[in-house]
């Protein structure tokens, strides 16, 4: 069992092959489903600083951070304080 990890992206944490699987089911998105990779890295650079992630988990939603960040039309699920958004 891993340790749970306060502010951590699996990238940080011991969850190599969740990683690994989400990176797997990333390169199979279109480009019109997938984020920029500078926006992607600025979403991800938000939810590092945000009190609901929790082992690469939002607490807001029960997404892994680094697969919803992936996708241009998701955004943060904090409905009073959305940290980023869906991209134009
Ligand atoms: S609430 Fe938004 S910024 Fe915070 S971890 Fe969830 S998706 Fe990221």
């Known amino acids: 069992m891993s ?3 306060k502010k951590c992206l699996l990238l940080e944490s011991a969850e190599g092959d969740i990683l690994k699987d989400i990176q797997e089911k990333i390169t199979k998105l279109s480009p ?3 984020c920029e990779q500078a ?3 600025k979403r991800l650079e938000l939810c590092k600083a945000c009190d609901n992630l929790v082992s690469g988990v939002c607490m807001k939603c029960g997404c892994y951070v680094e697969f919803r960040a992936a996708f241009k039309n998701q955004k943060c699920p904090d409905v009073k304080d959305r940290k980023w958004k869906k991209c134009q």
């Open 39 to 41: 926006e992607y890295e």
């Open 3 to 5: 340790r749970e990890c």
């Open 32 to 34: 019109q489903e997938k």
